[in-house]
C-alpha cells in the first residue's frame, strides 16, 4: 500500500504585491521551525492527495508544486534538498570524527543489519558514487546522524 501524499495549503487573503517565492520559502522555514504565522484573514490546511503514481508535476508561473513521498522532512522540503543537507551532514560528521566513524552511522540506520546501509554505501555517497536511493534511505541517515549527534552533545556536557 502506497502512502498518501500530504501538502501544506495555505491561503492568503491579499496577494497584492507580493513575492509568490519569497512567502514560499518563509512558510517553508515556519513550517520547518515548527512555526506557521497567519494573517486573521488567512488560513492553512493539510490536504492528504491520493497516490500520484508517475504524474509528474510542474512548477506553473505564480506557483511551485512539491511531490515528495511522505513525511518531514521531504514533505516541507523537495527531496533533492534533503538529500543535499543530509549529505552535507555527512560529510561534517565524517571530518569531525575520522575515517572509522562510518561504520557507527551504518549501525545506527537500521535496528535490523539485514535493513542497514552499509559504510562502502555511506562512503560512496561522500565521494559521489551514490547508487541512486530511495528518499527513505537517506532520512535512515538523517535519523543515524541525529541519534550520535545527540549522543556526542550529551557526552561533551559532561
Same mark, same amino acid.
Given at each position: 500500500?502506497? #502512502?498518501?501524499?500530504?501538502?501544506?495549503? %495555505? /491561503?492568503?487573503?491579499?496577494?497584492?504585491?507580493?513575492?509568490?517565492?519569497? $512567502?514560499?520559502?518563509?512558510?517553508? *522555514?515556519? %513550517?520547518?521551525?515548527?512555526?506557521?504565522?497567519?494573517?486573521?484573514?488567512?488560513?492553512?490546511? %493539510? $490536504?492528504?492527495?491520493?497516490?500520484? +503514481? @508517475?504524474?509528474?508535476?510542474? !512548477? &506553473?508561473?505564480?506557483? *511551485?508544486?512539491? %511531490? &515528495?513521498?511522505?513525511?518531514?522532512?521531504?514533505?516541507?522540503?523537495?527531496?533533492?534538498?534533503?538529500?543535499?543537507?543530509?549529505?552535507? /551532514?555527512?560529510?561534517?560528521?565524517? =571530518? *569531525?570524527?575520522?575515517? +572509522?566513524?562510518?561504520?557507527?552511522?551504518?549501525?545506527? &540506520? !537500521?535496528?535490523?543489519? #539485514?535493513? /542497514?546501509?552499509? #559504510?562502502?554505501?555511506? /562512503?560512496?555517497?561522500? &565521494?559521489?558514487?551514490?547508487? =541512486? $536511493? @530511495?528518499? #527513505?534511505?537517506?532520512?535512515?541517515?538523517?535519523?543515524?546522524?541525529d541519534a550520535l549527534e545527540v549522543k556526542s552533545n550529551d557526552s561533551d556536557r559532561a
Open positions: 500500500m502506497q #502512502a498518501a501524499n500530504n501538502i501544506l495549503l %495555505v /491561503r492568503v487573503a491579499s496577494l497584492e504585491g507580493v513575492d509568490y517565492k519569497e $512567502m514560499r520559502d518563509d512558510i517553508l *522555514e515556519s %513550517v520547518r521551525l515548527g512555526v506557521l504565522i497567519l494573517g486573521m484573514d488567512d488560513t492553512c490546511e %493539510v $490536504m492528504e492527495l491520493p497516490p500520484l +503514481g @508517475d504524474v509528474e508535476v510542474e !512548477a &506553473t508561473e505564480k506557483q *511551485e508544486a512539491f %511531490v &515528495t513521498n511522505s513525511g518531514p522532512p521531504s514533505l516541507i522540503q523537495g527531496d533533492a534538498t534533503v538529500k543535499r543537507a543530509i549529505l552535507q /551532514r555527512l560529510s561534517d560528521y565524517r =571530518k *569531525e570524527n575520522g575515517l +572509522g566513524c562510518l561504520e557507527k552511522i551504518a549501525e545506527k &540506520t !537500521a535496528h535490523f543489519k #539485514a535493513d /542497514r546501509l552499509s #559504510a562502502e554505501t555511506l /562512503r560512496m555517497i561522500i &565521494t559521489g558514487d551514490a547508487p =541512486k $536511493m @530511495d528518499i #527513505a534511505e537517506w532520512e535512515k541517515i538523517g535519523k543515524a546522524l
